[in-house]
């Protein structure tokens, strides 16, 4: 009896190391596989990224997150993660258009995501003048609308422009910038802000853009670094390589209220008028 009883214990632990060895391979594999899962959507479908700065006012406004298409334009090695360099130039390329708002490597660095919008395709001569874009010396149209206005928080404030700080009731700081509609030659059009009349980017060269190549800008045109500086020290032309993708949707806001570790007031600090918000141009008949 001694003897079966010594033999049969081993059995038993050995069975149980087998399930719990099978139930810890099992959920490897799991892992692996939503790491492939993840990494592949990210890689040819879509790719989340949030907005740090603003020098897309008022299209977006920092604590803005937004889903990017990678297939819209085809991919490239910077569609890869870490940009692998596997290959060049792009793979089911498709055309970009003006007023798409573009996620794209910065060309001084290749690794710097930068988003703005395009306003100049290649072959096209832009220039601004007093303000107003012109592309090929016709001008777009630009008419003054209400005022982009928000209450100020942590991820939006214009403390710095104490011109367009109004204190109200209660102690609510809220942010008046002077809004323009831009109506592109197709007519899409779109939100600008003019925070510094006459500032030095209000008036510039032509700027001729090489092929393969594209010029972007920020709608908050006198606080963003784009295609009008060199891309020594800003953006320059934007080779077609380095475009990522397409800005197609916000998916969640917040106004910076709350921080990780303070869930009870993540709900009051959701921006949940920009959940969903779409990144495209207005077509045009639309308002």
Not at 201 to 223: E, Q
Not at 232 to 246: A, H, K, Q, T
């Amino acid at each position: 009896m001694s003897e079966i009883s010594k033999t049969s214990a081993p059995d038993k632990d050995a069975g149980a190391s087998e399930k719990k060895s099978d139930g810890f391979v099992e959920f490897i594999k799991t892992v692996v596989f939503a790491v492939i899962l993840a990494v592949g959507i990210r890689t040819v479908a879509y790719e989340p990224f949030n907005i740090p700065s603003e020098s897309m006012l008022p299209t977006l406004m920092v604590g803005d997150y937004l889903f990017v298409s990678k297939f819209s334009y085809g991919y490239s090695r910077h569609s890869l993660p870490g940009s692998l360099k596997l290959f060049s130039g792009r793979i089911l390329a498709n055309d970009v258009k003006r007023g798409d708002v573009i996620v794209f490597k910065l060309p001084r660095d290749g690794r710097t995501d930068y988003i703005k919008r395009v306003i100049g395709l290649p072959g096209d001569r832009i220039q601004l003048r007093n303000s107003v874009v012109y592309i090929n010396d016709v001008p777009v149209k630009r008419e003054r609308v209400e005022d982009f206005t928000f209450e100020e928080t942590p991820n939006a404030t214009c403390r710095d422009r104490p011109e367009y700080r109004k204190i109200g009731s209660g102690a609510i700081v809220t942010c008046h910038y002077p809004q323009y509609r831009e109506t592109l030659p197709d007519g899409v059009n779109y939100m600008t802000l003019d925070l510094v009349p006459g500032h030095s980017f209000d008036n510039t060269r032509v700027y001729t853009i090489p092929d393969g190549h594209y010029f972007a800008m920020g709608d908050n045109r006198d606080n963003s670094l784009d295609s009008r500086r060199p891309m020594s020290e800003g953006v320059g032309y934007i080779p077609f390589e380095n475009l990522v993708g397409r800005a197609e949707m916000l998916f969640f806001s917040t106004d910076g209220n709350a921080k990780f570790w303070q869930p009870w007031k993540w709900f009051q600090a959701m921006r949940y008028n920009r959940f969903f918000d779409s990144l495209r141009p207005n077509e045009p008949d639309e308002e």
